[in-house]
């Protein structure tokens, strides 16, 4: 089945940079948008950005921008996101989602969510 | 920054229906038809429930209703049961692409 499965919780000490894993299968892993969006401890939704599988094009969130790089390895069907600079913060629940159909307009629909990783900042 | 403003908190007893609106600007709610809403159960990933303004995926309940209207958007569930108790997102495309677009969320309660 569709499906976007992630990498394990993570603890960092502040200034320390993450690298999160989204693993695609179950359809054609370059012709959807690949989102990334994070939540805080009892906080609301915050979408960080988003990258095109087929052509790695990015685009970031004006918050993110200088901190975060969206990277993707089709041979694994994997996205990933790598967060520097890290502050407590950012301590969070980090959730790939997938988007629309590469080519069509970044319409910020997700129909299909990764399980979420923990990462906790904390000196 | 949420750029979306919706209620903290709606409630409703078994059976009734309550309704969520999700409010934006031209850059955003209003000026696209590509609003969509995320159902969230306490420690539980988002879940799909409307897009494009008024569409259901395909398995989401049609107690499950959105609409538009200028810069607001809502999300109507009629016969309230046990299980909606969630919490509700909404999330718009905005013309802008370095802007979050989600909503600040919405606790539903179930009396």
């Known amino acids: 089945q569709v499906q976007l499965v992630q990498s394990g919780a993570e603890v960092k000490k502040p200034g320390a940079s993450v690298k999160v894993s989204c693993k695609a299968s179950?359809?054609?892993?370059?012709?959807?948008?690949i989102h990334w969006v994070r939540q805080a401890p009892g906080q609301g939704l915050e979408w960080m950005g988003v990258?095109?599988?087929?052509?790695?094009?990015?685009n970031y969130a004006q918050k993110f921008q200088g901190r975060i790089t969206m990277t993707r390895d089709t041979s694994t069907s994997t996205v990933y996101m790598d967060l520097s600079s890290l502050r407590s913060e950012d301590t969070a629940v980090y959730y790939c989602?997938?988007?629309?159909?590469?080519?069509?307009?970044?319409?910020?629909?997700?129909?299909?969510w990764g399980q979420g990783t923990m990462v906790t900042v904390s000196s | 920054q949420s750029a979306l403003t919706q209620p903290a908190s709606v409630s409703g007893s078994p059976g009734q229906s309550i309704t969520i609106s999700c409010t934006g600007t031209?850059?955003?709610?209003?000026?696209?038809?590509?609003v969509s809403w995320y159902q969230q159960h306490p420690g539980k990933a988002p879940k799909l429930m409307i897009y494009?303004?008024?569409n259901r995926p395909s398995g989401v309940s049609n107690r499950f209703s959105g609409s538009k209207s200028g810069n607001t958007a809502s999300l109507t569930i009629s016969g309230l049961q046990a299980e909606d108790e969630a919490d509700y997102y909404c999330?718009?495309?905005?013309?802008?692409?370095?802007?979050?677009?989600f909503g600040t969320g919405t606790k539903v309660t179930v009396l």
């Open positions: 031209s850059s955003d709610v209003g000026g696209y038809n590509y």
């Open positions: 989602a997938r988007g629309n159909i590469v080519g069509a307009i970044k319409k910020r629909t997700f129909d299909i």
């Open positions: 990258i095109n599988p087929s052509g790695s094009g990015t």
């Open positions: 179950g359809y054609t892993f370059t012709g959807y948008y």
């Open positions: 494009d303004v008024s």
């Open positions: 999330s718009s495309y905005t013309s802008s692409s370095t802007l979050d677009g």
